[in-house]
């Protein structure tokens, strides 16, 4: 059980947020829609880097990188300390928007194994070149019951 916990809690920080808390964010604004990755956009299309207060190992920082692109795709992806990434869907509606990414994990059997899967879920808010907001990070371990792990991000526009 010790060995399970301490992956676990390594997965956790790791995933930890990614968000993203999270806020999202990777993989760059679309060519057809340059001003969405401009200062000042009132869009999320772009790429955010992004910190988490306490998602990082030990409670230290996290900072990932996140991006939203047209057709609401999402990607994130940790960096300091380094991580998976993280895919999925996101949606705006105002100022405010949403986020759903998944990533997984290999499992200790080999090949073909099933491992660890996580689910980041992500609630945000956009002012200018900033975002924030909060997030829900859930590690589904095969097995076990699910466990959460909840936080606040805090990220700015990353210019082409």
Same mark, same amino acid.
């Given at each position: 059980?010790?060995?399970?916990?301490?992956?676990?809690?390594?997965? =956790?920080?790791?995933? $930890?947020?990614? @968000? /993203? +808390?999270?806020?999202?964010?990777?993989?760059?604004?679309?060519? !057809?829609? #340059?001003?969405?990755?401009?200062?000042?956009?009132?869009?999320?299309?772009?790429?955010?880097?992004?910190?988490?207060?306490?998602?990082?190992?030990?409670?230290?920082? =996290?900072?990932?990188? $996140?991006?939203? @692109? /047209? +057709?609401?795709?999402?990607?994130?992806?940790?960096?300091?300390? !380094?991580? #998976?990434?993280?895919?999925?869907?996101?949606?705006?509606?105002?100022?405010?928007?949403?986020?759903?990414?998944?990533?997984?994990?290999?499992?200790?059997?080999?090949?073909?194994?099933?491992?660890?899967?996580?689910?980041?879920?992500?609630?945000?808010?956009?002012?200018?070149?900033?975002?924030?907001?909060?997030?829900?990070?859930?590690?589904?371990?095969?097995?076990?019951?699910?466990?959460?792990?909840?936080?606040?991000?805090?990220?700015?526009?990353?210019?082409?």
């Amino acid at each position: 059980m010790g060995e399970n916990t301490i992956d676990r809690r390594r997965l =956790l920080h790791r995933a $930890g947020a990614a @968000a /993203g +808390g999270a806020a999202v964010v990777g993989v760059g604004a679309l060519a !057809a829609q #340059p001003a969405a990755a401009s200062s000042g956009s009132k869009r999320l299309e772009g790429s955010w880097l992004v910190e988490v207060p306490a998602g990082g190992p030990e409670g230290g920082p =996290l900072v990932t990188v $996140g991006s939203f @692109a /047209g +057709g609401g795709v999402a990607i994130t992806h940790d960096i300091s300390p !380094a991580g #998976p990434p993280f895919t999925g869907s996101w949606a705006q509606n105002g100022n405010r928007w949403r986020a759903t990414l998944w990533s997984g994990f290999p499992g200790e059997g080999g090949p073909g194994s099933v491992g660890p899967t996580a689910r980041l879920r992500l609630r945000g808010e956009l002012k200018g070149d900033r975002i924030r907001g909060t997030f829900t990070f859930t590690l589904f371990v095969p097995g076990q019951d699910p466990s959460d792990q909840t936080g606040t991000f805090s990220g700015r526009r990353i210019e082409a």
